[in-house]
């Protein structure tokens, strides 16, 4: 944001992106970001979509895949017991769409407001292809409700106190009843 105020301040051209980590593994971006890009009509281009390998499910609950990234440089930081939660979810996605893991992940991005573009990561040729092919799929509300679930963000202090029943949130009035003299 200052970035912004600072070129539209000097005359300078506004950047119109922004390249940021976000996967359904990772949504923290949901919480400060996405409200600022949505005001200044940002784009969002994705790295990681895949949080560093661990999202295709190529780790399981009892076993890490050997070679890989992620076993030597466990990045980004991930919270494993909820990722694996999302990942149980995708591969049932998966099966009933004839789709792959990682495919129903890329297409969950791409079906966020917010995404302009997703940076894969592929190694191999068979990788890219796969990735690729992410754009053929398409959810229902039932599959996103589904990933949102799984995967949504803890509320945050002053949300889920915000989100408490109260008689003090902004806009409200305490009416106390008067009580007759005697």
């Not at 002053?158 to 009035?173: F, V």
Request: glycine content about 8%.
């Amino acid at each position: 944001m200052k970035a912004l105020a600072i070129s539209r301040a000097t005359g300078l051209v506004q950047f119109k992106c922004t390249q940021s980590y976000y996967s359904l593994a990772g949504r923290e971006l949901e919480r400060e970001m996405f409200p600022l890009l949505a005001d200044q009509g940002l784009g969002l281009l994705v790295w990681s979509p895949l949080a560093g390998g661990f999202l295709p499910g190529k780790f399981t609950r009892t076993k890490a895949e050997k070679g890989v990234r992620r076993t030597d440089f466990d990045f980004p930081p991930i919270d494993k017991n909820k990722a694996f939660d999302i990942i149980d979810v995708m591969q049932r996605m998966a099966g009933g769409h004839g789709a792959t893991v990682p495919q129903v992940a890329l297409a969950w991005l791409l079906a966020q407001e917010r995404v302009t573009s997703v940076i894969i990561g592929a190694r191999t040729l068979d990788q890219l292809e796969d990735n690729l092919k992410s754009i053929e799929l398409s959810f229902g509300a039932d599959d996103l409700n589904a990933l949102d679930a799984v995967s949504r963000l803890l509320p945050e202090y002053p949300a889920w106190m915000n989100a408490l029943p109260s008689d003090r949130l902004p806009g409200e009035e305490r009416r106390l009843e008067r009580r007759p003299s005697s």
